[in-house]
């Protein structure tokens, strides 16, 4: 049974590292522990939380309700018959490049380009976590979930989860409704390497790699973040802030005239992504500095908070870079990041 905690400070809990309280927290590390909380009255009598790593979120005020950190271990592995594909489970509360090298040290290729995402395995098909050219939704083959109201389980297949751009079920109708305990994602053993995106197929060339395997992949995804965005450990940040505006190909085609140099992707249905760090950093922001927040020196689309700085100053900052980047560019940026 979990322990309820009073008057809790979340700092250890959020990457921002943002120093806010709540007034009920409870940590599980089991399915029967979840349950058992489920099953109390406080559940259904306050606001309710579930917490993950904590790193895709900024508080800006103390929580009044009770947040639920999720902390259930465990991964395993099931191979078919072919002893070609893997279907690999982890438990909700795995640190998300734990179970990334994990499939790397036994040769389960898929979840390489995302090295180093923060986080937890829970909240990734919440996200529908990406990077380097790959999106959770390649390699998803299903959760499991509690659903809060009934504390009865639900398995989700790839169609009930309606993924899109950093976006899901679980984003939207579903939102607040259940809670993910476990993950599976189908893998391979022969794989299939994405280099195409980033600055992946120059990293493997500087290091004279002609024949990369999943685990130069994951070395190589893990330098570039490293190079590009801040360790959460020393300076309090969740990573990209801001998703990649995604535009139609006649607005696309009105910046590209006044803007010949910006940076873009192909995206799906015919529109076209763009790179929401360079419209960030072409309006002066990149290593900008407004008290105790700002940008990262080496990436603009990361906002950090350089010791004290309060989650409401983060979103105030926030707010700036939205409304300078519309009035030089037209192109609204969102945001990742939840805001509470």
Known sequence: MSILQQNISLKPYNTFGVDVKSSLFAEVFSIE?????????????????????????????????????????????????????????????????????????????????????????????????????????????????????TAEERTFKFEDCKFGYRDSTFKNELKGRYIITAVSFKLNRQ??????????????????????????????????????????????????????????????????????????YPAADQKVKLAAGWLIEQCGFKGKVVGETGTWKNQALVLVNHGAATGQEVYDFSEEIIRTVYARFGVELEREVNIL
């Not at 290091?207 to 130069?216: N, V």
């Open 33 to 149: 522990a979840l349950k058992g909380l489920l099953g109390m009255d406080v559940v259904r009598q306050n606001r309710l939380l579930v917490l993950g790593g904590g790193s895709n979120l900024l508080f800006t005020k103390d929580f009044d309700g009770l947040v639920i950190k999720i902390s259930i271990p465990g991964i395993s592995a099931t191979t078919d018959t072919d002893g070609e594909r893997v279907l690999v489970t982890a438990g909700a509360g795995v640190v998300w490049n734990d179970l990334v090298n994990y499939c790397v040290v036994n040769g389960y290729a898929g979840i390489e380009n995302l090295s180093l995402i923060p986080g937890t395995v829970g909240a990734s098909p919440i996200q529908n976590i990406g990077a380097y050219g790959v999106e959770l939704k390649d390699v998803f083959h299903s959760c499991t979930a509690y659903e809060i109201a």
């Open 191 to 264: 794989a299939q390497l994405n280099t195409s995106y980033g600055a992946i197929q120059a990293e493997l060339q500087n290091r004279h790699i002609l024949q990369p395997t999943i685990a130069d992949i994951s070395k190589v995804v893990a330098h570039i973040r490293v190079s590009k965005l801040p360790d959460p450990s020393t300076i309090g940040n969740a990573g990209s802030f801001f998703k990649n505006p995604v535009i139609s190909q006649a607005q696309f085609k009105e910046v590209l005239t006044k803007f010949p140099d910006i940076v873009h």
